[in-house]
């Protein structure tokens, strides 16, 4: 089916069964976040909400909550789009298979954008931003914020909307020491193509003018987070995957309006003006904290009839944000593969937050020239990789090569890798350089260490499944439990400083290696550290700097190499690490009256 508005999707998913309307009305602080989250958890359908305190506006969450319901609402395009993709990241194809890929050529008649000259239909109203459903997610949050936004901005020296960028950043809406109405935080990355923008025109000495999106046809918000290829526009692609050419205006005051969002916010963001933005509960599954972000001088407030507020719950994944995911998977195919050569998978983990954790699959063709296997075009490939897009964040890079290895099975991609690392020779660190800024672990905000640990050739070593006698009777160790084959969780006491940590390694080292337990995790709570994979990879992944908090049994330092025989990673929790999310007890119980005996949810066991 092809959308021209929220409202048709939302339509759509309740007619085939993937959408419940919440009658009741429902506070924007925090019940709508724990009714969200509550639903998504247990893998229900989309809510919409119809009667939300203080708004007149009716909200929708959970739209994209599982990779089925996205793969519904693009059914009717989802497959020409990929042969777009297809021919787009490899243009042989279409040549070797044309009869296969015209109808790539058909839908490639909806990408170019659509300019038109009046606003509607979402200039039909004027606003202001307290008439919006003010959603607050988590109890120490510093505000309302957007959470899926479509944030466009247009590049000062070339503008026009083919030069322009589509992103989705954090929008902060109250809160802080924002004017209600006329002031709002716009947080972004430093990579971001806004970025690249803002800095124009700063350097032009004139304030960047900024157009947020809320709502419109699904494929408008996923187009604002899709890793496009190099001069492909998220406006071309929203049209693409939309079936339906993106439709813009330009407002009287020169902003560019999306005409079928639900809801358009505009403004301008001045040179070196900022104001605190945050706290803020984020994927890593803990507060991004209050820190100076761009300030926003608003303008105008559009919103069309019957427009529909859209969002989403960030927190410690899997969220809705893993099925976006997904669903990016499934449109760009084999993308990475031909944009670095020699890789044949990269999977940002997503439970341990994505951007910390990447495992990846290459090749290894300089073997031939080799005494004996090791990596070599690994470490080529593992650059590559850490010198692209959004994957630049990742703090962990665990690769390899092999027949019948994927990275999508974690458990034993990372059982292949410790069988055949040599911890002496297979690690290499890139220290004082670029982090995700939402991750507490560094020395500062976007700042912390990389580390690549590249495996290749024969297995060298059977990995314990229980627990090694090496770790009895060890002063320092509280307790230990086995996470995985070759993985054991430490428990210590509370952090104080690393100096307990290397402690541990002199003592394991003076009592003997044990190359059956290759990696070792210092923890402050070993039941839940081994309780599950996904506790694992959470814990041990983002609350770890590699300079910092990587130790190691009979560790060497030669030429400007580091090596160990046991890798030991410090994922206790750190004094500067920003605290976890954790929910308001007695806002969950205030949602219990959703599922009572007549009320919208009844029946559901949410």
Request: glycine share 8%.
């Amino acid at each position: 089916m092809i959308y021209q508005s929220l409202e048709e999707a939302v339509l759509d998913l309740e007619k085939h069964g993937h959408l419940i309307r919440i009658k009741e009305e429902i506070d924007p602080d925090k019940e709508m976040a724990a009714l969200h989250l509550r639903v998504h958890e247990a893998g229900g359908p989309a809510l919409l909400f119809e009667n939300v305190k203080g708004s007149s506006f009716p909200a929708v969450s959970n739209v994209f909550g599982t990779l089925e319901r996205s793969k519904f609402l693009f059914r009717s395009t989802l497959e020409s789009v990929q042969k777009v993709m297809e021919v787009r990241n490899d243009p042989g194809t279409a040549l070797k298979k044309p009869w296969q890929h015209i109808s790539a050529g058909f839908a490639a008649t909806n990408a170019l954008p659509l300019k038109r000259k009046l606003l509607e239909p979402v200039g039909k109203q004027q606003i202001n931003i307290s008439d919006l459903p003010l959603i607050k997610h988590w109890p120490e949050d510093g505000g309302a914020f957007v959470t899926l936004p479509q944030v466009y901005t247009e590049d000062p020296e070339k503008p026009g909307i083919m030069n322009a960028n589509l992103g989705m950043y954090r929008v902060q809406l109250s809160g802080n020491d924002y004017k209600l109405n006329e002031e709002i935080g716009m947080h972004y990355q430093i990579h971001r193509g806004i970025g690249v923008h803002q800095s124009k025109a700063v350097a032009k000495g004139e304030p960047l003018k900024v157009s947020i999106f809320i709502g419109g046809p699904p494929s408008h918000t996923l187009s604002a987070v899709m890793p496009l290829p190099e001069g492909l526009s998220e406006m071309t692609f929203a049209g693409l995957l939309a079936g339906r050419r993106f439709r813009y205006s330009y407002d009287k005051e020169g902003f560019a309006v999306s005409n079928d969002a639900d809801f358009v916010i505009t403004g301008e963001i001045y040179p070196d003006e900022t104001k605190p933005e945050g706290p803020f509960g984020d994927h890593l599954g803990y507060y991004s904290l209050t820190h100076e972000f761009p300030l926003m001088r608003v303008k105008n407030v559009y919103a069309r009839e019957n427009a529909i507020w859209p969002f989403t719950v960030v927190g410690r994944p899997p969220q809705e944000d893993t099925a976006f995911g997904a669903m990016i998977h499934e449109l760009t195919g084999d993308a990475v593969r031909q944009e670095i050569p020699g890789v044949q998978e990269v999977h940002a983990v997503d439970a341990a937050g994505v951007h910390p954790l990447l495992f990846a699959v290459g090749k290894e063709r300089y073997t031939p020239y080799q005494e004996t296997k090791r990596p070599a075009e690994l470490l080529t490939i593992a650059n590559r990789i850490l010198g692209t897009g959004q994957l630049s964040l990742a703090k962990y890079l665990f690769i390899t090569a092999g027949e019948n290895v994927t990275t999508h099975k974690e458990e034993e991609f990372l059982t292949y890798v410790l069988e055949r690392i040599q911890l002496q020779r297979d690690l290499h660190f890139q220290t004082e350089t670029t982090i995700d800024t939402l991750d507490y672990s560094g020395t500062g905000l976007n700042t912390g260490s990389k580390v690549i640990a590249a495996a290749y050739g024969d297995k060298i070593r059977d990995l314990c499944t229980s627990v090694p006698a090496q770790f009895e009777r060890v002063a320092g160790i509280k307790k230990s439990r086995l996470v995985m084959p070759g993985v054991v969780a430490l428990e210590m006491e509370e952090y104080a400083d690393a100096q307990d940590a290397e402690a541990l390694s002199r003592r394991l080292s003076e009592k003997g290696s044990d190359e059956t337990a290759p990696m070792l995790i210092l923890c402050d709570d070993a039941e839940f550290l081994s309780k599950s994979i996904s506790n694992f990879l959470w814990a041990a992944f983002t609350r770890s700097n590699p300079s910092h908090d990587i130790h190691g049994v009979n560790e060497t330092f030669k030429h400007k190499h580091w090596g160990c025989d046991q890798l030991i990673i410090d994922a206790r929790r750190k004094p500067h690490h920003a605290p976890p999310l954790i929910k308001d007890e007695v806002v969950e119980k205030s949602i219990e009256r959703f599922f009572a005996p007549g009320a919208s949810l009844e029946g559901y066991n949410f």
